[in-house]
């Protein structure tokens, strides 16, 4: 069910299985669930992704409950889907490695630098210009927020 | 009886201020009309901390929509245009003007949101004495608030149209954080529309600024349990941060007159987290760091406020 989950995605899936795999997904919560994780893969590979706390985790999961392939796939009728599958083997391993990367680069790390003790000096300007021009009932509301502006 | 008499007198002379009732609140709302539906031009001052700007303002009511031309006469000549809903300011510097899409605001002299129920919740309103401003007779009423959560609003009500004429936020000490006041201000009774259009300089370089600030609804990930009571959230806007693939978030909550805004955004690494507090002008700020992310609350609003409200954020 899998592959042909693949197959889906890659939009190389026969017209005859569309209506059966759609069906599946709405019953099953699992496959719901991996639909899920293919979409949020895809979107971080096109850096539409907008972000989550646990991505990293939820990633580390899913790898977690793959299990383990010793033997190669057992011969499909189809040899376009046998194709796809490999195909997807390496692109979810290129992905997930390129998710857990850009986690490790991007995201909020429990290990980050000492806080240090907030002075008017150090105060983010772009955090104030924001106040101001969503607050501001005198002229401050005339602050450059732009970045265009310098 | 004498003694009597002696006692209420020394009673009016303690008491400078009449608290209105339940009907000497439709002086706000009479304000927040006039604000919407007169026609006028002025010249205003505005005060924020040690910071004092002239402002120009013309403003109509064309059919049943307002328009609105704001332009700073101090330092650059930045403008503004709002119809409606749709607000426009145009940064002017040396070579290039900026136009910017902002959210609609509550600029002097239109502050009274058209929802008064929170002030009326929060604020003891009572009346002062007349007094002028700008060459016309205003009242002057005070807002109080009945906790130590909010700053006072003293305003001067223009007697014949109820336009706020001048404005003083005063902090829990009674000292003047800001101020804004009419110096002229003409009213007419209809008004043409030839002055809504910025003035265009083709010898400079028009950026659209469209792109820094995104607005994404999006179900938040965090929680403040303790938003100062009165205040409800009136704007929220997500931003992707430049150059990593993660968003900030800016939450605006306003019991009417007063305004906090809560950040949260994800730390870099290398990044050095700010704790702890800081006030300047006006204004306070509250820094927290926690599970990674810089929680920061700014508000002309005291300490306690955006101190108690940072520290309830979880997530």
Same mark, same amino acid.
């Given at each position: 069910?899998?592959?042909?989950? +693949?197959?889906?995605?890659?939009?190389?899936?026969?017209?005859?299985?569309?209506?059966?795999?759609?069906?599946?997904? @709405?019953?099953?919560?699992?496959?719901?669930?991996?639909?899920?994780?293919?979409?949020? @893969?895809?979107?971080?590979?096109?850096?539409?992704? @907008?972000?989550?706390?646990?991505?990293?985790?939820? *990633?580390?999961?899913?790898?977690?409950?793959?299990?383990?392939?010793?033997?190669?796939? +057992?011969?499909?009728?189809?040899?376009? @889907?046998?194709?796809?599958?490999?195909?997807?083997?390496?692109?979810?391993?290129?992905?997930?490695?390129?998710?857990?990367?850009?986690?490790?680069?991007?995201?909020?790390?429990?290990?980050?630098?000492?806080?240090?003790?907030?002075?008017?000096?150090?105060?983010?300007?772009?955090? *104030?210009?924001?106040?101001?021009?969503?607050?501001? +009932?005198?002229?401050?509301?005339?602050?450059?927020?732009?970045?265009?502006?310098? | 009886?004498?003694?009597?008499?002696?006692?209420?007198?020394?009673?009016?002379?303690?008491?400078? !201020?009449?608290?209105?009732?339940?009907?000497?609140?439709?002086?706000?709302?009479?304000?927040?009309?006039?604000?919407?539906?007169?026609?006028?031009?002025?010249?205003?001052?505005?005060?924020?901390?040690?910071?004092?700007?002239?402002?120009?303002?013309?403003?109509?009511?064309?059919?049943?929509?307002?328009?609105?031309?704001?332009?700073?006469?101090?330092?650059?000549?930045?403008?503004?245009?709002? %119809?409606?809903?749709?607000?426009?300011?145009? $940064?002017?510097?040396?070579?290039?003007?900026?136009?910017?899409?902002?959210?609609? %605001? $509550?600029?002097?002299?239109?502050?009274?949101?058209?929802?008064?129920?929170?002030?009326?919740? #929060?604020?003891?309103?009572?009346?002062?004495?007349?007094?002028?401003?700008?060459?016309?007779?205003?009242?002057?009423?005070?807002?109080?608030?009945?906790?130590?959560?909010?700053?006072?609003? $003293? !305003?001067?009500?223009?007697?014949?149209?109820?336009?706020?004429?001048?404005?003083?936020?005063?902090?829990?000490?009674?000292?003047?954080?800001? %101020?804004?006041? !009419?110096?002229?201000?003409?009213?007419?009774?209809?008004?043409?529309?030839?002055?809504?259009?910025?003035?265009?300089?083709?010898?400079?370089?028009?950026?659209?600024?469209?792109?820094?600030?995104?607005?994404?609804?999006?179900?938040?990930?965090?929680?403040?349990?303790?938003?100062?009571?009165?205040?409800?959230?009136?704007? !929220?806007?997500?931003?992707?941060?430049?150059?990593?693939?993660?968003?900030? #978030? $800016?939450?605006? #909550?306003?019991?009417?007159?007063?305004?906090?805004?809560?950040?949260?955004?994800?730390?870099?690494?290398?990044?050095?987290?700010?704790?702890?507090?800081?006030?300047?002008?006006?204004?306070?700020?509250?820094?927290?760091?926690?599970?990674?992310?810089?929680?920061? &609350?700014?508000? &002309?609003?005291?300490?306690?406020?955006?101190?108690?409200?940072?520290?309830?954020?979880?997530?």
């Amino acid at each position: 069910m899998k592959e042909k989950n +693949s197959s889906l995605f890659d939009n190389e899936i026969k017209k005859e299985d569309i209506d059966t795999l759609i069906s599946a997904k @709405i019953k099953n919560p699992g496959m719901r669930s991996q639909w899920f994780y293919y979409q949020t @893969i895809r979107d971080v590979m096109r850096g539409d992704y @907008i972000g989550s706390p646990g991505l990293s985790k939820k *990633i580390m999961q899913a790898i977690d409950q793959e299990p383990t392939q010793i033997g190669r796939y +057992s011969q499909t009728k189809e040899l376009a @889907i046998e194709v796809n599958s490999y195909y997807w083997q390496f692109a979810l391993a290129f992905t997930v490695l390129f998710a857990i990367g850009l986690a490790a680069v991007n995201f909020p790390q429990g290990k980050t630098e000492a806080p240090v003790q907030l002075v008017y000096e150090d105060m983010p300007t772009e955090i *104030i210009n924001a106040h101001y021009a969503n607050t501001s +009932s005198t002229a401050n509301y005339f602050v450059q927020t732009s970045l265009l502006v310098k | 009886m004498k003694c009597l008499g002696l006692l209420l007198f020394l009673l009016c002379l303690a008491t400078p !201020f009449a608290y209105a009732d339940q009907a000497g609140w439709s002086v706000i709302e009479d304000a927040y009309k006039a604000s919407q539906n007169k026609n006028y031009k002025g010249i205003y001052i505005s005060q924020h901390g040690q910071e004092l700007k002239s402002v120009e303002i013309t403003h109509a009511l064309h059919g049943n929509e307002q328009f609105t031309r704001i332009n700073l006469l101090d330092g650059n000549a930045d403008e503004i245009f709002s %119809q409606g809903d749709t607000v426009v300011i145009y $940064h002017k510097r040396d070579n290039t003007i900026v136009v910017q899409k902002r959210e609609q %605001q $509550h600029l002097f002299p239109a502050i009274f949101p058209k929802d008064i129920n929170s002030i009326k919740k #929060y604020y003891l309103l009572s009346f002062g004495k007349p007094d002028r401003v700008a060459g016309r007779i205003t009242q002057n009423i005070v807002l109080t608030p009945k906790d130590d959560l909010r700053y006072s609003y $003293h !305003f001067w009500l223009d007697q014949q149209t109820s336009l706020p004429m001048k404005m003083i936020v005063q902090n829990l000490k009674k000292e003047v954080l800001e %101020q804004s006041a !009419f110096n002229k201000i003409q009213f007419v009774s209809s008004m043409g529309l030839d002055w809504f259009k910025p003035a265009v300089d083709l010898s400079k370089e028009y950026l659209m600024d469209e792109g820094f600030s995104k607005e994404i609804n999006l179900n938040r990930f965090w929680r403040a349990s303790n938003i100062p009571p009165g205040f409800k959230e009136v704007n !929220f806007i997500a931003s992707k941060m430049p150059g990593i693939n993660m968003m900030s #978030y $800016h939450t605006v #909550y306003s019991d009417g007159l007063s305004y906090i805004s809560l950040f949260l955004q994800p730390v870099r690494k290398g990044q050095k987290p700010k704790t702890g507090d800081l006030n300047f002008d006006a204004t306070n700020v509250a820094a927290r760091y926690y599970n990674g992310y810089q929680i920061m &609350a700014v508000g &002309a609003v005291p300490l306690k406020a955006v101190r108690n409200l940072i520290d309830s954020v979880d997530f």
